[in-house]
Nanobody
Framework: LQIVESGGGLVQPGGSLRLSCALSGGTLDRYAIGWFRQAPGKEREGILCANSKDGSTKSTDSVKGRFTISRNRAKNTVYLQMNSLKPEDPAVYYC??????????????????????WGQGTAVPSTS
């Protein structure tokens, strides 16, 4: 499985941005998908995930109500819609996949190694 993220760029606080995560070499229905981010000097953190079968999602408190995850099965692509961006949101955003996982897990305490496949990341730089 290969994962390619795209869509990163500069955005002002309060703005919106949509990131894409395109999968190749495997179908979306087989993978739970997680979105992660890593800000400079900080550890990588998971923020949202989507279940493999029904696409239902989970999010962490840091992005709840502002970020959403969605899937386009025809395009084998997952999206991260980021709204009401805050100064603490700039980071490199990563998409990752866990095979054969009906239910996704995300958040503090969930080891990154639970996700087997990772993209190279797409940067959402700070404007400050």
């Amino acid at each position: 499985l290969q994962i390619v993220e795209s869509g990163g760029g500069l955005v002002q606080p309060g703005g919106s941005l949509r990131l894409s995560c395109a999968l190749s070499g495997g179908t979306l229905d087989r993978y739970a998908i997680g979105w992660f981010r890593q800000a400079p000097g900080k550890e990588r953190e998971g923020i949202l995930c989507a279940n493999s079968k029904d696409g239902s999602t989970k999010s962490t408190d840091s992005v709840k109500g502002r970020f959403t995850i969605s899937r386009n099965r025809a395009k084998n692509t997952v999206y991260l819609q980021m709204n009401s961006l805050k100064p603490e949101d700039p980071a490199v955003y990563y998409c990752a996949a866990e095979p054969d996982a009906d239910e996704c897990v995300i958040g503090p305490g969930i080891p990154l190694v639970k996700y087997d496949y990772w993209g190279q990341g797409t940067a959402v730089p700070s404007t400050s």
